[in-house]
């Protein structure tokens, strides 16, 4: 129970601090959210996104998971999409993995771990459909780093591949997904080289990545 009267202590701490600051700052914030940013992200504790961002509390609403997947059954991570998008009406979707991901890791180790082994399964289709890229990679720790960025990559198609991003842009609002990677060892976010607008850019980023039906054929036959 210490340690948990101790969290306790630091919110009265914190937000001593804070109304020190800005006397304002819980009433205003109280009032209403209007972020510019919807941030799916892992679970790691260590990648929280307000304080890799340097953002305060009510700038980016966050949607986080094991491995940041955006899955088109999972219900919890397309209403957090519909809230941001249709509710809060944010202009950018960031898909933000890291290097070293356990869950990553985990999806490549070729060991039983669980319930989650049904959850991995999402990023072993995506080693499938690099896995030439993956297999000339000799280094483990490398492997894995590529296998999370691609994972970034695959996410944000995911993202904007969705019901919700599509009618959004067919009613002329302007949303854009964003693939990003953090390193723990620099705390520094890294672009990977994908962002996408509108449904060209969406097209251009499956051919780029791979061909829509190379996706399709491979995903389908590991199922």
Not at 25 to 48: E, H, K, M, T
Not at 52 to 71: Q, T
Not at 196 to 220: G, M, P, Q, V, Y
Request: glycine content about 6%; aromatic content about 6%.
């Amino acid at each position: 129970m210490e340690k948990i009267r101790k969290l306790l202590e630091n919110n009265r701490s914190w937000s001593d601090r804070v109304v020190a600051d800005d006397a304002d700052f819980f009433r205003g914030l109280a009032q209403q959210q209007n972020p510019d940013y919807l941030w799916i992200g892992c679970s790691d504790s260590r990648v929280s996104a307000n304080v890799i961002v340097d953002l305060a509390p009510g700038e980016i609403f966050v949607h986080r998971n094991v491995a940041n997947l955006v899955n088109h059954t999972d219900m919890n991570c397309l209403s957090v999409i519909q809230f941001a998008v249709e509710v809060l009406q944010v202009e950018h979707i960031i898909v933000c993995g890291h290097y070293g991901c356990g869950g990553v890791a985990a999806a490549l180790d070729g060991k039983r771990h669980g319930l989650i082994d049904n959850w991995l399964r999402h990023i072993q289709d995506t080693a499938h459909l690099y896995a030439d890229e993956l297999a000339a990679i000799t280094s483990n720790e490398a492997k894995i780093d590529r296998l999370c960025e691609l994972n970034v990559v695959e996410q944000v198609i995911s993202v904007a591949e969705t019901t919700i991003i599509g009618d959004a842009w067919k009613r002329g609002q302007d949303v854009k997904i964003h693939g990003w990677i953090y390193g723990l060892k620099d705390g520094l976010i890294r672009e990977l080289g994908i962002s996408i607008c509108n449904e060209n850019d969406l097209e251009r980023s499956r051919k780029r990545f791979l061909l829509t039906d190379e996706r399709h054929d491979a995903t389908t036959a590991s199922k």
